[in-house]
């Protein structure tokens, strides 16, 4: 519920021509595109990915990875983390991407 008014918010305002902070629909199309098949639909991880690589694998929604700040996770998805050095490119930009994380948030 509350995911679908903060995308129908950022909508509107991508609409309205406002200005443009974050694209939550650039992010999630991203997000589809280049990160899907392994942290999931929702951002809960493919456990088969987690297995191949031995890593545990967080939840983007969890607290953990909410916990960490736009700058942190934007880093995260330019240069990789651990095992995954660099994460898979992203297309769109991190800030878009990073936008659509939020709205993961469990
Ligand atoms: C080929 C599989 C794969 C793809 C594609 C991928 N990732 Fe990852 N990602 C991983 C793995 C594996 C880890 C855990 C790395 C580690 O902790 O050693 C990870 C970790 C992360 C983390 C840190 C989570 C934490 O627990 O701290 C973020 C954020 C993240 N990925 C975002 C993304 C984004 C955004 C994309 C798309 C642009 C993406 N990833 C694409 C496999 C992938």
Redesign the pocket.
Known sequence: MMRSVIISFCLLAAAGGAARAADVAAGKA??DK??K???GADGTPNPA??KM?K????S?GSA??QG?SDAE?KK??ADG????RP????ASSAGD?VAY?RTLKK
Do not use: F, Q, T
């Open positions: 991203a997000y280049s990160c098949s392994c942290h990915i987690a690589m890593v545990d694998m967080r983007l953990e990875v960490m996770l995260i998805i983390k651990g095992k995954m994460m898979p490119a992203a991407i994380i």
